[in-house]
């Protein structure tokens, strides 16, 4: 069984990473580079990045408009609560 505390700490690396990467892709967005794609964006959110993912979202205002990436999103989040309460039930 995962501890709490080993699960504190790879959502915390996995949100830093997160975070990172959606900063990154709305720097490329806003200078017209090329992008990271959507796919590893949810990705990355998906496995326990999901609160830096949402933070940096907010902050930069990235992907805030997107109603299909917000439903993305919003499953990413809701599967991880899931897993996470049945992991510790």
């Known amino acids: 069984m995962i ?6 700490y790879a959502y ?10 959606f ?7 806003v200078s017209g580079s090329s992008r990271i794609s959507e796919k590893n ?11 830096g993912g949402l933070l940096a979202m907010k902050l930069v ?4 408009k997107k109603i299909e990436f917000q439903v993305l999103m919003a499953l990413a989040i809701i ?3 899931v897993l996470v309460v049945w992991a510790y039930r």
């Open 3 to 8: 501890t709490s505390s080993t699960l504190f």
């Open 12 to 21: 915390l690396i996995a949100s830093a990473f997160t975070a990172i990467l």
């Open 23 to 29: 900063i990154i892709d709305k720097k490329l967005a």
């Open 41 to 51: 964006l949810i990705m990355a959110s998906l496995l326990c990045g999901w609160p």
């Open 61 to 64: 205002r990235h992907k805030t």
């Open 79 to 81: 599967a991880n609560i």
